[in-house]
C-alpha cells in the first residue's frame, strides 16, 4: 500500500502576519512610552479599513506581499501615547502641546508608527525570508463627520481589525488588509540577523528623541491630492 506523501506544514498565514504586527505595536509603543500598551485576544474579520476619527494614520507596503495598515486613535489617546513618550524623553509638561490637532502631536505619531512598521518589516525579513518596503506614515486629523475609507489593489484581500489598550485604558485600533497568503517552510533555516534587543530599544529611543528634539515643519496636508494619490 503507498502511503499519500505528507503536505508541508504551513507556518504563516494571516492571523500569524498580524500576530507579529500586534506584537510590533506594543514593543514599540511600551519602549518609546513605557505606558503598558496590550491589545485583545479576539480579532474581527472586516471587509474594508477605514480611517476614523480623531487622528487616522496609515501606511502601505509592498514587495512579497502587498498590504496596508491602519490605526486609529481618539483624541485622548493620541493625547496619552504623546505626553508619555514626551515626558520619557525628559521634555518637561509645561512645554507639551495641549490639542491633538498640534503639529507636533501629528510628527510624533506618525514616528511612532514608522518605527512600528519597521519592526513588523525586520521581523518579515528575517522570519519569512522574504521582503517587503514601506511607505512614509501619512497622519490625517479627522472631523467627527469624516470617515475616509482607503481601498488598496489587492487580488485576495483579507482585513482585519485589532484592538489595543494603553495603560489608562484608552482604546485605539489596529486594521490591516493583505492579499491572502500562506507561507510554507520548504526547509529548515535559522533566522538571519537577528539583532540585539538592547539595540532594537536603543535604535528607536535615538530614532524618535530625535524626531522630538528637532520635528521637521509639518507641511500642510492637501486632501484632495492625498485621496487623489489612494485613488479614491
Do not use: W
Request: proline share 4%.
Amino acid at each position: 500500500m503507498v502511503k499519500k506523501a505528507l503536505e508541508p506544514a504551513v507556518v504563516y498565514g494571516t492571523e500569524d502576519l498580524l500576530t507579529s504586527l500586534c506584537n510590533s505595536v506594543t514593543r514599540v509603543l511600551n519602549v518609546a512610552t513605557q505606558c503598558q500598551i496590550h491589545y485583545s485576544g479576539m480579532v474581527q474579520r472586516i471587509t474594508k479599513t477605514c480611517l476614523k476619527p480623531d487622528i487616522g494614520c496609515f501606511v502601505l507596503f509592498d514587495g512579497g506581499f502587498s498590504g496596508l495598515v491602519v490605526i486609529n486613535f481618539s483624541a485622548a489617546t493620541a493625547m496619552e501615547l504623546y505626553e508619555s513618550y514626551m515626558l520619557n524623553m525628559g521634555m518637561p509638561k509645561s512645554e507639551l502641546a495641549s490639542a491633538h490637532t498640534s503639529d507636533e502631536v501629528s510628527n510624533i505619531m506618525g514616528e511612532l508608527m514608522n518605527q512600528i512598521v519597521g519592526d513588523f518589516t525586520g521581523k518579515v525579513r528575517r522570519e519569512l525570508q522574504t521582503y517587503i518596503t514601506q511607505n512614509q506614515p501619512k497622519m490625517l486629523v479627522l472631523n467627527k463627520q469624516v470617515m475616509l475609507s482607503v481601498d488598496t489593489h489587492l487580488d485576495k484581500p483579507e482585513a482585519r481589525r485589532v484592538t489595543f489598550y494603553t495603560g489608562s485604558n484608552n482604546i485605539f485600533y489596529l486594521e490591516l488588509a493583505i492579499d491572502r497568503t500562506e507561507f510554507i517552510k520548504l526547509h529548515d533555516f535559522e533566522a538571519n540577523d537577528v539583532p540585539n534587543p538592547d539595540e532594537l530599544i536603543a535604535q528607536t529611543h535615538a530614532a524618535l528623541s530625535a524626531s522630538a528634539a528637532a520635528p521637521a515643519a509639518a507641511e500642510p496636508v492637501d486632501h484632495d491630492e492625498l485621496l487623489k494619490s489612494l485613488g479614491m
